[in-house]
C-alpha cells in the first residue's frame, strides 16, 4: 500500500510540472565534486546576463555543484532572480533562446519557475527580488562551503539516499529534507 504522503507530493509534482515529472528509474547519480563547474556555471551566467542586458536580474550558482568539495548530481543549479516570475513573456522566450525549457510552474510557492538545459544539464530556478527562498539557498551553499562537517553529513546523506529506490527524482530531493533541517538549525544557530 503506498503511503499517503507520497501520493498527495506526486498529485502535486505532477500538477505543476510541464510534462512529465522526471523519473527516478534509472537511479540517482552521485559524482565527486568537479572543478568545472564553477567554470560552466560563469559560462552560462554570462549567456544569461547577455540575453537579459535590458532586464533588471540577478544569476546565482546555488545546490551541491557550487560547493567546493561536495558530490553532486551533475547538473548545474541556477537562480535567476527578477521583478515578477509571473510575467513568463518578458523573459522565458528569451531563455528558450538559449536553450532552455520551462518544466516548472509553482504559483503558490514564491511564484517559483524552474527551467531546463540539457546540455550541460541546468535546473534554472526563477523567482522574485528579496524571494527568503533564494536567501536560503544561497545562505545554504555558504555555510556548506565554510562548514566541512556539515558538508560530509549532506554528502553523505545524499550518496546514502542515492542507493535506493525513487519513482521519480524530486522523491530523492524531499528525501533529503531532514538532513538539510538539522544544517538550517546550525545556520540558525550560527554555529
Known amino acids: 500500500m503506498s503511503d499517503p504522503s507520497t501520493i498527495k507530493s506526486h498529485e502535486?509534482?505532477?500538477?505543476v510540472t510541464i510534462g512529465k515529472?522526471?523519473?527516478?528509474?534509472?537511479?540517482?547519480?552521485?559524482?565527486?565534486?568537479d572543478p568545472n563547474w564553477p567554470i560552466v556555471f560563469e559560462s552560462l551566467k554570462k549567456d544569461i546576463d547577455y540575453a537579459f542586458k535590458d532586464i533588471p536580474h540577478q544569476?546565482?550558482?546555488?545546490?551541491?555543484?557550487?560547493?567546493?568539495g561536495l558530490c553532486a548530481k551533475p547538473i548545474i543549479d541556477m537562480v535567476l532572480t527578477i521583478s515578477n516570475p509571473k510575467k513568463e513573456d518578458a523573459y522565458v522566450p528569451l531563455l528558450q533562446g538559449l536553450g532552455y525549457r520551462l518544466r516548472i510552474r509553482e504559483d503558490d510557492w514564491y511564484d517559483h519557475r524552474?527551467?531546463?538545459l540539457n546540455q550541460p544539464q541546468v535546473n534554472l530556478h526563477?523567482?522574485?527580488f528579496?524571494?527568503?527562498?533564494?536567501?536560503?539557498m544561497?545562505?545554504?551553499r555558504d555555510w556548506l562551503t565554510t562548514h566541512p562537517v556539515d558538508m560530509a553529513l549532506y554528502g553523505s546523506t545524499k550518496r546514502r539516499?542515492?542507493?535506493?529506490?525513487?519513482?521519480?527524482v524530486q522523491d530523492y530531493a524531499d528525501a533529503k529534507s531532514d538532513v538539510v533541517s538539522t544544517i538550517f538549525s546550525h545556520i540558525d544557530a550560527g554555529q
Open 12 to 15: 502535486y509534482l505532477k500538477s
Open 21 to 33: 515529472p522526471q523519473s527516478a528509474k534509472d537511479g540517482i547519480i552521485i559524482v565527486d565534486y
Open 59 to 68: 544569476v546565482e550558482h546555488v545546490g551541491s555543484t557550487s560547493v567546493p
Open 114 to 116: 524552474m527551467l531546463k
Open 126 to 128: 526563477v523567482f522574485g
Open 130 to 136: 528579496n524571494c527568503p527562498e533564494v536567501k536560503r
Open 138 to 140: 544561497l545562505d545554504f
Open 161 to 168: 539516499l542515492a542507493s535506493q529506490s525513487f519513482e521519480y
